[in-house]
């Protein structure tokens, strides 16, 4: 069993990536059943995890901000630079326990961002290096490397407000 802590990071980094398009919604159902599981408790949380699989597709749009406005936890509009920064931190998790593998992580981050988003440049600039590494000085393994320091320090828990706030423009 995980922890409380384990599985409310979890419940987020699924709305975050949900949110994005990379998952499905029955994903965040599971996630909302493995944070009861672990022990967190609340009405919409209860309600989110009794969803059906044909339910998620309709109902986890409006379901999933109250379950995690419940718990404290804050959900993260995906068009907004806190969204897309939340996203970045759940794909980052993601590679570091195996679901992706150092390049799939380059990869989407520098689809999804480009060379936009202060928080994954690095990343950005790190998949184009994939691109040219016959040309150049470095090995897949030490850009693999590099890739899995950066996905440890946006994997890291931020300090964020309790409130999502964007960046102003």
Same mark, same amino acid.
């Given at each position: ?8 990071i &979890? ?15 029955? $994903? ?9 599981v ?10 989110? &995890? ?16 109250? &379950?995690? $406005?419940?718990?404290?936890?804050? *959900? ?6 806190? @969204?897309?920064?939340?996203?970045a ?8 326990? @195996? ?5 799939? *992580? ?20 790190l998949?184009? #290096? ?6 150049? $000085? ?5 850009? $693999?490397?590099?890739?899995? &320091? ?12 309790? #409130? ?6």
């Amino acid at each position: 069993m995980i922890s409380t802590e384990a599985a409310a990071i &979890a419940l987020q980094d699924h709305a975050a990536l949900w949110s994005m398009g990379e998952i499905r919604a029955s $994903d965040v159902v599971n996630a909302a059943c493995d944070a009861l599981v672990a022990g967190l408790d609340t009405p919409g949380l209860r309600i989110l &995890a009794a969803c059906t699989r044909a339910e998620a597709d309709y109902d986890v749009h409006y379901l999933l901000p109250i &379950a995690l $406005d419940e718990l404290g936890l804050a *959900f993260y509009p995906v068009d907004g630079e806190a @969204g897309q920064e939340a996203a970045a931190r759940a794909l980052a998790r993601r590679m570091l326990t @195996g679901e992706l593998t150092p390049r799939e *992580f380059t990869f989407k981050i520098h689809q999804r961002h480009g060379h936009e988003l202060p928080l994954t440049e690095r990343l950005a600039e790190l998949d184009d #290096e994939y691109d040219i590494l016959e040309y150049g $000085d470095r090995t897949l393994d030490q850009v $693999d490397a590099e890739v899995t &320091a950066e996905a440890g320090r946006l994997a890291a828990r931020p300090t964020v407000p309790a #409130e999502p706030t964007d960046s102003p423009s």
